[in-house]
């Protein structure tokens, strides 16, 4: 069972802001003391989940579970979705607007990074359906 | 005389300070209360950054330097100057006219531009090895600011190991001054020390409690604004001529934020000055974020050391002159190269230990204590008014809910939950 749970709203393209939820969760984190190779993956892939979420998905709401042996966050939206949700996890891949490129973003790293990073992960998602990503970790 | 073992090296006199809340404001670390605005007391972690020294306009707050006792034996004294110093006496003062007025006061003076420029020459190297490798922590970290030193040590440990092991310019300098004195017998005494003139509060506790050496070089610390008066009355006037420095525009250079790497050749480095802005940046690489940053440079001081505590001009008339005069000078290094590496090789540039996380900030109460903790004070934190007026005596209301979550406060204190 979970000892705390948490939510944060995530607003899509608001570029001035974004980073802000994961620089929170990484904050939370650190406060409570989890070591802190645990806690720089949490917050790498909650940064890039975080990100998406601008970059491409809708409004959506971040969720992080935490345990005394581990943590969990979800980020779901509700925006495009994706098609292939195997191509979307391939390096390089990316569909990132010419804005999104000008702000460094667009490498197509960021699934494949919060693969590296994290115990499980799951993306739940279909074409007009919105996107759930699910990150898994052990303490 | 200053005491090894105290923690703060900024301290408020008691007697001065009236209560406000202007230093607790100010505070970075949110380590001062005002409980009860009585007086002001550093109760937390104290980076020494000098941020409360600005803001007092009862000039209640001090840093601890050498000043106390450096009147008298300023005999013995050899001096090893900050190039910050050059920036404060405005563009017609070349740094060779302040050479000479320290020389009329002290027993020898140096130059630090030769070792500013080795520092340099032994940071490329050391990126130039450890770039691209697996087990090289990236980004790296300057070590030059004893206060973003000690930020790091004790609100980022997990960064440690990112600071650079290349030895300051200060400590190269101070080491290889005495060495050369006592081999020549330079000043034909033994009871002299070595003393750093710093724009910088925190100077004094990077030499007494030093985290990359088992002892630091320097004897000790004066504060530019306590040399300041004798200098401007011992420069030489308009017929003396004094030799032409040895230095150069990077030297000079390097008290402005972006002067050290500028001072490098090129390459994928930042430069970050400022209190909040460098906590912000340093958050992020805990994040894991800027793995593609081989170096940064970090000054706790907005614009870098010309905007230290200690200096007297203003940090962007002390820019300007710094503009103006390294326009003067060469912007080459007098290094001979195969010595230098000669020297990196040996491992003469390399720092003599690992800096550690202090003890006091590694303790943990447990997970499940911890967040409850958490939740105790977004309970209470919901009650506050959230104006942030600081009449609790806490910083904000975030540090007084903590304060209270802990026990250090009580609800009532809140001036606010009083009236309503
Ligand atoms: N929340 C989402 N909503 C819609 N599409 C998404 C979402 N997250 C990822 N994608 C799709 O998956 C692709 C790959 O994502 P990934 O994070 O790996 O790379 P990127 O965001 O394009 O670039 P980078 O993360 O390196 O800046 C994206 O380009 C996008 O097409
Ligand atoms: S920026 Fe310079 S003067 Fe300011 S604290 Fe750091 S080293 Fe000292
Ligand atoms: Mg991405």
Redesign the pocket.
Known sequence: MAILTKSYPIKARDYLKAGEISMGVHGLLKKIGFATELIRRVSICAYEAEMNVVMHGGDGVMTIEIGEDYVNITIKDSGPGIEDVSLAMKEGFSTASEEARQMGFGAGMGLPNIKKNSDSLDVISAKGKGTEVRIGFVA | MTDKTSLHYVHIDEKRCVGCVLCMKACPTKAIRVRGLKVAKIVGTCV???ECIRVCPHGAVKATTTRDDYKAPAANMVISA?P?LYSQFGQDVLPEDIQAALQKTFEYVFDQTYFLDLYNVALEIFIKETSGKEDSSRPLISP?????NRLIAYRFPALLKNLSPILTPRELAARELKRRIEKDDLLKKTDYGVYHI??????MISINNPMFLKTSYLDGAIGINDVFESVKRNLPGPDETSPVSPSNSLAIGW?I?GGEIAAMGEGNYMAV?GLPETIRYLEKIEMGLFRDIEYFEF???LE??I?????VADRYEAKRTVMNISRMFSHDKRIRYAQAERAYRKGWFFSEKRPQQPEEAGKRSGIIHEIERQEKIAKIMEGLPGKECGFCGSPGCRSFAEDVADGRAMLEECIRMRIR
């Open positions: 020494d950054c000098g900050s910050v030059v600011c004893p206060v973003v710093t724009p910088c509060s925190a100077k008290g934020s000055s000054r706790a001081c870098g050391c905007g230290g505590p200690l200096t």
